[in-house]
T-cell receptor, first 110, second 113 residues
């Protein structure tokens, strides 16, 4: 059964820093992987989707990489802003189902 | 506006009283899914549907029912709710399921006493 972990569990940084969020999964036979953002009291917003054949995907200040063979994905956030404060979840697609990690709670301080 | 709409946002009920949480999407998506989110356990899939009249169990289907009679609607039914079903529930949809980004509703917070 696919298991997903995310490190760190929580992160607090001053505004402007570049940061990396890590996601690990146990079964490398995935079709793709999505990164989501969740704001308190709200649903999840899809940030990036990386297909299994891709190594990277970029959107604005966000860059996600995928190394299927090692079971890892990273989300890089450049020049962090207070508006980036949220919980970030990764979810590899395992068969028909996305398996969600526990999330990294990010606080960006002004 | 393209969206997934869940109702109600908040629901407090008593053990054994049947309830339905509605989910509707206006994006003509094929795939729809229900999740529950619990502290320490994260998001877990309850049921999903690849298309009209096609539904399958996720990781935690016990105590839940779903139906997909129309493409846009995917209601979650709790026939006899119990306190362990107190949770935050999310509905999601995507154009095709595999390979497509998931779009989430804003959630339904259910409390069963």
């Amino acid at each position: 059964k696919q298991e997903v972990t995310q490190i760190p569990a929580a992160l607090s940084v001053p505004e402007g820093e570049n940061l990396v969020l890590n996601c690990s999964f146990t079964d490398s036979a995935i079709y793709n992987l999505q990164w989501f953002r969740q704001d308190p009291g709200k649903g999840l917003t899809s940030l990036l989707l990386i297909q299994s054949s891709q190594r990277e995907q970029t959107s604005g200040r966000l860059n996600a990489s995928l190394d299927k063979s090692s079971g890892r994905s990273t989300l890089y956030i450049a020049a962090s802003q207070p508006g980036d404060s949220a919980t970030y979840l990764c979810a590899p697609l395992d068969g028909q189902n996305f398996v969600f990690g526990p999330g990294t709670r990010l606080s960006v301080l002004p | 506006e393209a969206q997934v709409t869940q109702n109600p946002r908040y629901l407090i009920t008593v053990t054994g009283k049947k309830l339905t949480v509605t989910c509707s999407q206006n994006m003509n998506h094929e795939y729809m899914s229900w999740y529950r989110q619990d502290p320490g356990l994260g998001l877990r899939q309850i049921y999903y549907s690849m298309n009209v009249e096609v539904t399958d169990k996720g990781d935690v289907p016990e105590g839940y029912k779903v139906s997909r009679k129309e493409k846009r609607n995917f209601p979650l039914i709790l026939e006899s709710p119990s306190p362990n079903q107190t949770s935050l529930y999310f509905c999601a949809s995507s154009p095709e399921g595999r390979g497509s980004p998931l779009h989430f509703g804003n959630g339904t917070r259910l409390t069963v006493t």
